[in-house]
């Protein structure tokens, strides 16, 4: 938890919030709720639960690690994330359909 963890189930909230932690550390619960605030859509449901974007935020962590470290600027970083890190693929959570 000293890492800045958010929960990404409502039973791993839960069992946090069992614990006593987010009474010991006011705030630490905010992000969870700003991020479950509104209902899922369809084309939010299980966004990046899929292996796609799993690679997606691996790619985007190798790339702000090496910025963070001085190897490259942040522009650098996100060209590197958005063009997929060679055959890696992005996320492709803003390609879903649009049902409006």
Known sequence: MDTGYVPV???AFEIIKKSGYY???PGADVAYLQMTRTEP???S?????SATCRRSATIMQEELEKALQGQQDAKQALDKRRA????RRACAISSAPNKS
């Open 9 to 11: 189930t409502t039973a």
């Open 23 to 25: 009474e010991k550390n």
């Open 41 to 43: 859509t369809d084309n």
């Open 45 to 49: 449901k299980g966004a990046c639960a």
């Open 84 to 87: 997929g890190g060679g055959k």
